[in-house]
């Protein structure tokens, strides 16, 4: 069975910094191209940040471009997303989320399937 | 960046009634468009992949259609377990973009 397991979330002060993880089991990790999704408290979602299989390409929302970074590590079969500078604005559930099919010659599928849990980050001072 | 809208933003039906709710792109996506539902306090679960593909196990009701930059989910019999918000999202290239929502609850 796949599944995606986030964790890292709580509650940490504007302008400080938390590193999520997603623990992926049940697949091979490293065929995937992985995404962050979010989404605010009675809002809808919102894509984050995406990897590629290999890691050697990251794709970010402008918002968060320069003050996130996904990154994954294959031999762990986990992903991460470090966010630093943090603002109210990035309170949200972080979704973790594999792409629909494996990435095929660099391409990514782009859509999402399946989704974690997701894990809970306020930002609050 | 290429916007996506939605319409409705919320609808009431009842049991049995056919829905279908449209979602837009500001430039030509081509098929890259994906349905999502999300039930109440739940993950959200892919519906509809390619503009009109139907992900394995869910139910024949939902369907997708495409016309140019203007994409339809459609449920044919609206049932008590739809009650979600649907999402489209587009992935032609990054920024994968999702739609604002659409509500669907029963009459």
């Known amino acids: 069975e796949v599944q995606l397991v986030e964790s890292g979330g709580g509650l940490v002060q504007p302008g400080g910094s938390l590193r999520l993880s997603c623990a992926a089991s049940g697949f091979t990790f490293s065929e995937y191209s992985m995404t962050w999704v979010r989404q605010a408290p009675g809002r809808g979602l919102e894509w984050v940040a995406s990897i590629k299989q290999d890691g050697n390409e990251k794709f970010y929302v402008d918002s968060v471009e320069g003050r996130f970074t996904i990154s994954r590590d294959n031999a762990k079969n986990s992903l991460y997303l470090q966010m630093n500078s943090l603002r109210a604005e990035d309170t949200a559930i972080y979704y973790c989320a594999r792409d629909g099919r494996i990435t095929i010659l660099g391409v990514v599928a782009g859509w999402f399937d399946p989704w974690g849990q997701g894990t809970l980050v306020t930002v609050s001072s | 960046d290429i916007q996506m809208t939605q319409s409705p933003s919320s609808l009431s039906a009842s049991v049995g009634d056919r829905v279908t709710i449209t979602c837009r792109a500001s430039?030509?996506?081509?098929?890259?468009l994906a349905w999502y539902q999300q039930k109440p306090g739940k993950v959200p679960k892919v519906l509809i992949y390619?503009?009109?593909t139907l992900q394995s196990g869910v139910p024949s009701r939902f369907s997708g259609s495409a016309s140019g930059t203007d994409f339809t989910l459609t449920i044919s019999s609206l049932q008590p377990e739809d009650v979600a918000t649907y999402y489209c999202?587009?992935?032609?290239?990054?920024?994968?973009?999702f739609g604002p929502g659409t509500k669907v609850d029963i009459k």
């Open positions: 999202q587009k992935y032609n290239s990054a920024p994968f973009t």
């Open positions: 430039q030509g996506i081509s098929n890259y």
């Open positions: 390619a503009a009109s």
